[in-house]
């Protein structure tokens, strides 16, 4: 109950901040519609900002100088101020419904663009999963065909196939482990990067951002790569059962 009486404050905050830098310019359809955009942005850098740490004191005091320039953005972007000569043609004129349909159809679209993103993460995560998978059990294929004829010996020698098996599925991890390192090493320093310096920019008019946001959620990191490592681990086994038809007699004489 706090938590949600502390951020309506904010919103609160920020809506007396956004009238108070605007207050030069009319209250048309047009300027109220930036005014509820530049609500959406300030709230998303204030969660930004508390997501990297800063209390919420520093945030709202961070946020707020990162819009202080609100009536130039504003100059820059056509509109013009209430004292001054309007120019009919820069805008359309529109009723408050069509400025209500207006802002339903942006949070429709928005809405669209996130269902179509997580809809391409579901489809591509599953192939990305296949593909490591092939690549070990090529991998894995190819160390037994290499170790054949030292598994005919150790055969010859009185070990079972499960002995056998369990120790090709002992070496998998190792394999497995040092491609998961490279990988988040790789992943985890890339996101990182454009964390902490915003080298992929984006066009402020277009998204509403001037860099790509990236959010690291480590809980989900973990278990992304905890249960990488069993499932891959678990399916491993199954190509080690080409073991039990490996004959002593031919693996010994196998080159």
Known sequence: MQGAVAREEIELSFKRYILEKTEAFAHEPMEDVYRVNLLG??????DELRQKGLSGDAALQRTTADYADIPARMRREGFEEAGAHRTEARWPQMTEEEAADYVKQSDAYARK???GTALCSACVAPVMLLV???NMIAALLIILL???RMIGVLKTLGMG????QKMFVIRSP???LRGMVWGNLIGIGLCLLQYFTGWITLDEQGYFLTTLPVSIRWGWVLMLNAGTFVLIVVLLSLPTMLISFILPERSIRFE
């Open 41 to 46: 942005q300030m709230l998303d850098r204030y």
């Open 132 to 134: 490591a998978l092939f």
């Open 146 to 148: 290499e170790r054949t």
């Open 161 to 164: 196939n499960g002995a056998l």
């Open 113 to 115: 663009i996130a269902m």
């Open 174 to 176: 190792f394999i497995i």
